[in-house]
């Protein structure tokens, strides 16, 4: 007999709905289409957080490159699309299909529905509005958690995004809700993974940051409960901090709709210059014997030369992922980019041709049909790997493509200027709503989704407080404090509530506002935001 999944998978806020293997004529709480799951889908892809992130950047804001570049919405549907190509050629082996089972099941539509759902809580300007948001949450408003996208994407399904008949968020399915969960633990608080000998991607500290707990999460505090309601159906298949098959899926697909798109966009626009790249990979395979020898102090003196940070990336896999990288396999890979990005489609600088679009889409089916027949089941993943894992030859591919895309646009000084300015902007417009939510006079004329937004976080705050008070403080204060004071919890409130307001905008939509807030518009009326 085929192994069956965990029970109750399916659960949507407390209450069961009809499995697969359950006759047709069970009553349903909602009007839900045949799939709950597909339900679910209909749901994000319906949803206005997700309709937002067209106008989200995802490396570079499309109306500063006067091309038409990926944003959230077209790389969040790419995702989707390779995550169903994956979950395909999963269930399409008997021996995947039966370890999958085993594991809690791999349904297509839940993948696609993670997919979709990944990123709605990625804020303005990318991953840099998310460093921006977090550092703000945390040192002026007092909030511990501070600020993650993959956090803000599960509080907008759980909490904050609404649907009708009432309540709080979009009330998926258990099994959609975990496999948004990429990092399942909080930042400070339990599961702690930190704790394990090897803790996995995301789970240590990050650099810049010590003491702050972990450098990626996938809920705060006020969601928890929730996290751990859609995890419950998994526990006896999955440790508490692993994610489950279809988050892994998930995950895996990002990874590759990222690797390939990404470098899609910076060749049309013209950053990927073929000759800077080819240099870097030539000479690292011309000298890797050479480079081996050198210390690392000397490799980071040396970072612009080229072959040097692609020597301190080949170092940094084995320290990091020794489970899985091996210098045959590096050196193939970079034989492969070499051959496929540098020789087949940066040697033609992008004219928009039909040729050269025709290289595009060669480049990216070719690349994207490779790395998913390179996807396969782990049954007994190390900690710093999901259940559905590349291949070695694929894995490696995958981090030399990431290093070209890190090291050739997002490391160049025009990319860091622009940044500096959208810091800038966010800072501003958080202290211009956080000055009129404290403003009382102003109250009656607040705009009502930040007063909304207030209350709710305000109303989950004081929750937390009476059932956990200390887990709203740093672990520094905890011995000595009890529990935040009532002007704390209220800023904390404020700080949520502004941070969520913020991250809920497009790019064009918080530079609109800050225009606004800072009187250097006179137009009244405007579509490009609503109050």
């Known amino acids: 007999m085929e192994p069956q999944p965990p029970s109750g998978r399916t659960a949507r806020s407390g209450h069961l709905v009809r499995t697969a293997a359950e006759p047709a004529h069970v009553a349903q709480p909602y009007d839900l289409a045949a799939s709950p799951f ?16 067209g106008g989200v950047t995802q490396v570079v804001s499309p109306s500063g490159s006067g091309l038409l570049l990926h944003n959230r919405l077209t790389h969040s549907l790419k995702v989707a699309q390779v995550a169903r190509a994956v979950g395909e050629s999963l269930l399409g082996d008997p021996e995947s299909r039966a370890a999958v089972t085993r594991l809690g099941g791999c349904d297509l539509d839940v993948v696609e529905s993670a997919g979709l759902a990944h990123d709605l809580g990625h804020p ?57 969960l990429k990092y399942p633990w909080t930042r400070l608080a339990a599961p702690d993974p930190r704790s394990l000998p090897l803790p996995p991607r995301g789970a240590s500290e990050p650099e810049d940051a010590p003491g702050t707990g972990a450098a990626k999460f996938s809920a705060y505090i006020t969601e928890l409960d929730d996290m751990l309601d859609c995890r419950a159906p998994f526990a ?95 050196v193939g890979a970079v034989k492969k980019v070499q051959s496929d990005l540098v020789t087949k489609l940066l040697e033609q600088p992008f004219d928009r041709s039909k040729q050269a679009e025709r290289a595009v889409a060669a480049f990216s089916g070719t690349w994207t049909r490779r790395l998913v027949r390179g996807v396969r089941v782990e049954p007994d993943p190390t900690t710093r790997s999901g259940h559905v894992v590349l291949d070695r030859e694929q894995w490696h591919e995958v981090q030399i493509l990431k290093f070209v895309h890190r090291r050739f646009v997002l490391q160049r000084p025009d990319l860091a200027l622009h940044q500096r300015g959208q810091d800038r902007l966010l800072s501003k417009l958080v202290q211009a709503l956080d000055e009129w939510l404290i403003d009382r006079s102003e109250s009656a004329r607040l705009p009502h989704r930040l007063r909304d937004l207030f209350e709710h976080a305000a109303v989950e705050l004081d929750a937390v407080r009476r059932d956990d008070p200390t887990s709203l403080l740093p672990h520094s204060e905890r011995s000595s404090s009890e529990s935040p004071d009532r002007e704390q919890l209220e800023r904390m409130a404020r700080g949520r509530a502004v941070i969520d307001f913020v991250a809920s905008l497009t790019d064009e939509q918080a530079a609109a506002l800050l225009e606004s807030l800072s009187g250097r518009t006179t137009q009244l009326w405007s579509d490009t935001f609503v109050l």
């Open 38 to 53: 597909r339900a679910d889908r209909d749901r994000i892809s319906g949803s206005a957080f997700f309709a937002r992130l």
């Open 124 to 180: 303005p300007f990318g991953h840099l509005g998310e460093r921006v948001l977090d550092r703000i949450a945390r040192e002026r408003f007092g909030l511990v958690d501070g600020f993650e996208g993959n956090a803000q994407t599960f509080r907008i399904v759980s909490s904050i995004d609404v649907r009708g008949g009432g309540g709080d968020g979009l009330d998926l399915t258990a099994a959609v809700r975990a496999a948004l």
């Open 236 to 330: 006896a298949a999955l440790a508490g901090w692993q994610q489950t098959v279809e988050a892994s899926v998930m995950d895996t697909a990002d990874d590759i709709a990222y690797a390939i798109h990404d470098l899609e966009d910076f060749h049309r626009v013209g950053i990927l210059q073929h000759a800077t790249v080819s240099t870097e990979l030539t000479e690292w395979l011309g000298r890797a014997a050479e480079l081996a020898r050198f210390d690392d102090a000397e490799l980071r003196s040396r970072s612009e030369s080229p072959g040097y940070s692609l020597e301190s990336l080949r170092r940094r896999l084995h320290v990091k992922d020794s489970w899985i990288a091996a210098d045959d396999a590096f």
